[in-house]
């Protein structure tokens, strides 16, 4: 059965994201998101 992970983009930075987070985002199939996040942490993932 699959997840669903909810992961807080906070300000922006993608330096401020947790490692738990990084983990999950390199791990998923599909990332849904929302036009708050930033660039940045868009193109890294």
């Not at 993608?14 to 929302?34: G, N, Q, S």
């Amino acid at each position: 059965m699959g997840k669903v992970i909810l992961i807080g983009a906070g300000p922006g930075d993608p330096e401020l994201i947790t490692v738990k987070a990084v983990h999950y985002l390199r791990e998923a199939d599909v990332i849904l998101t929302d036009r708050l996040v930033s660039e940045q942490i868009l193109e890294n993932y």
